[in-house]
């Protein structure tokens, strides 16, 4: 779980329907920020009725910084540095005048000597641990508790976002995979297919450039490209904002094409309905089994490329007892983006759900 790696830096740009930045002039904020969750949750008593009013367009770059390690205890305290005294004195008095940290706080900060696990071969396992991970310098205990407090805040958002696309009556898939798997191909050649039967929107998810949202773009439908910086999947609030710059219409179709990563991804739920898994011939059969919580979390896997089967080393049926023994009840549909070959059971899923 990638919430201890200090991801930051991510920038939202592409269509300029909405501004989420604040406006000074009227105080008006829709950064999308679990305080305006909070302001929802209160003013709006049915729980199936979302409203957002944004105001007039603008050209928008949004950036987030996230700082999930280091960062918590001046979060923790409020600590402004708008006052007067310089950003130097202001961390020497908050890092020595603060008597009241808990007990604990204390024992989280403790280090309990994680060491990793070995098996017969003394290969080493540093996922034996409480939280699954390992962080030199930080307990299982705190980076558990990291992890926890990173999730429930991410989940509370994908949950109003959930509440948005249901509204909207708008079907929400999140495309993860390996960076090259083929996942752009797919996706914009099934945008020349559908579009003119169907609203589309996409957002597009990288760590740099918008070349992946320009060959959306190309096809006609709407994209908003989120640049990630250093982090390395989509969180519910960068969809958040990106949605709210698309004004797909209702009943559409939104395509949120995450970071190429296995990994990541799999534990940010985004407020989507389906996640898709897409691995390609080149990849090997294994990919499920050494990533298992991608393929657990997904829905269904598409087996891409298979054009190229007859110049690899891949058996189908392997790679699909593989994911089976991840998740017994992912859907598997295999497809050449390239060719079309296999593309038609892959949009009859689409217009089954």
């Keep these: 779980m ?14 300029d329907h909405h501004s989420h930045v604040r406006h000074d002039e009227d105080r008006h904020e829709h950064e999308g920020s679990y305080q305006e969750l909070n302001e929802y949750r209160s003013q709006h008593k049915r729980a199936d009725e979302v409203h957002h009013h944004y105001p007039a367009a603008t050209q928008v770059i949004i950036h987030h910084h996230h700082y999930y390690v280091g960062a918590t205890e001046h979060q923790a305290h409020g600590h402004s540095h708008a006052d ?3 950003h130097a004195e202001a961390h020497y008095k908050h890092h020595h005048a603060h008597p009241h ?17 070995r098996n017969e071969k003394n290969d080493l ?15 299982q205990r705190r980076l558990l508790k990291i992890e926890t407090d990173i999730l429930d805040k991410n989940n509370q958002l994908a949950k109003h976002n959930r509440a948005h696309f249901k509204q909207e009556k708008q079907l929400v898939l999140n495309l993860v995979s390996s960076p090259g798997s083929g996942k752009t191909t797919l996706l914009t050649e099934t945008l020349h297919i559908i579009q003119a039967d169907r609203a589309c929107a996409v ?9 992946d949202a320009d060959r959306v773009r190309a096809t006609g439908v709407p ?23 698309l004004q797909l219409s209702k009943g559409g179709l939104l395509f949120i094409e995450n970071v190429g990563n296995l990994v990541c991804p799999a534990s940010f739920d985004l407020g989507e309905k389906y ?59 295999t ?19």
């Design 101 to 117: 940290h808990t007990h604990e706080e204390s024992t989280l900060d403790k280090s309990d000597n994680f060491k990793a696990t």
């Design 203 to 211: 957002i597009e998810g990288d760590q740099q450039t918008s070349n």
């Design 84 to 86: 007067q005294h310089s």
């Design 2 to 15: 990638c919430g201890v790696c200090g991801c930051g830096d991510t920038k939202i740009e592409g269509h």
């Design 125 to 139: 396992h540093y996922g034996g641990g409480e939280a699954g991970v390992h962080v030199p310098g930080i307990s």
């Design 335 to 353: 497809l050449s983006a390239t060719t079309g070959e296999g593309m038609q059971e892959w949009l009859d899923w689409l217009k089954e759900n």
């Design 223 to 245: 994209a908003v490209q989120v640049n990630t910086g250093k982090g390395c999947h989509l969180d519910a609030k960068m969809v958040h904002d990106a949605y709210h710059q």
């Design 275 to 333: 996640k898709v898994a897409i691995l390609s011939v080149t990849e090997g059969e294994d990919k499920p089994l050494k990533y298992p919580n991608m393929f657990a979390a997904s829905q269904l896997m598409i087996i891409n490329k298979i054009d190229l089967l007859p110049y690899v080393t891949f058996d189908v049926d392997i790679c699909i007892a593989n994911a089976k023994k991840v998740n017994p009840y992912i859907k598997v549909i």
